[in-house]
């Protein structure tokens, strides 16, 4: 369920436990996470990610055309923005603890930190948009790996 992968010389263990089946406290799991994102489960049509996104950062501008996604907020405050394009927007709100977002596929989307906390959630893709096993301590990690697509 878990491998060790080098990179940059350094062996990461690597926690995706797809596709086999799983059960977890996703609150803890997600509030405990210190990566910008962990793929925590993969499976063949869904996958489950946890994020810490720091104060003043972003998950970023993107699009998925082939999926949708669901994002649920455990802790922090963040500006949810929503629509056609960055400037067609059909949602631009800040949410706290608790919210549930769901986004469509084919829409632009960003989420940024807009609190002094991290912000804790957990996403759900569906199909998955991530490598099994992908691990990204870092924005600019997600940014620099090859492997992602859709930004």
């Not at 499976?43 to 810490?52: E, K």
Request: proline letters at 5%; a negative charge.
């Amino acid at each position: 369920m878990s491998s060790i992968v080098e990179k940059k010389g350094m062996a990461t263990l690597m926690a995706d436990f797809g596709p086999h089946p799983y059960v977890l406290d996703i609150e803890e799991k997600t509030l405990s996470n210190t990566n910008f994102r962990d793929t925590v489960w993969t499976g063949q049509f869904l996958q489950m990610t946890v994020m810490d996104i720091p104060a003043g950062g972003e998950i970023g501008a993107e699009i998925h055309d082939d999926h949708d996604q669901f994002l649920r907020l455990e802790s922090g405050k963040a500006r949810v923005m929503i629509g056609a394009s960055e400037s067609e927007l059909d949602i631009d709100q800040v949410v706290e603890d608790d919210w549930a977002v769901f986004i469509p596929a084919g829409k632009w989307h960003n989420v940024l930190n807009a609190g002094d906390e991290p912000v804790k959630l957990y996403s759900i893709y569906a199909a998955p948009d991530h490598l099994p096993g992908t691990v990204h301590a870092t924005k600019e990690d997600a940014d620099n790996d090859p492997n992602e697509q859709h930004h």
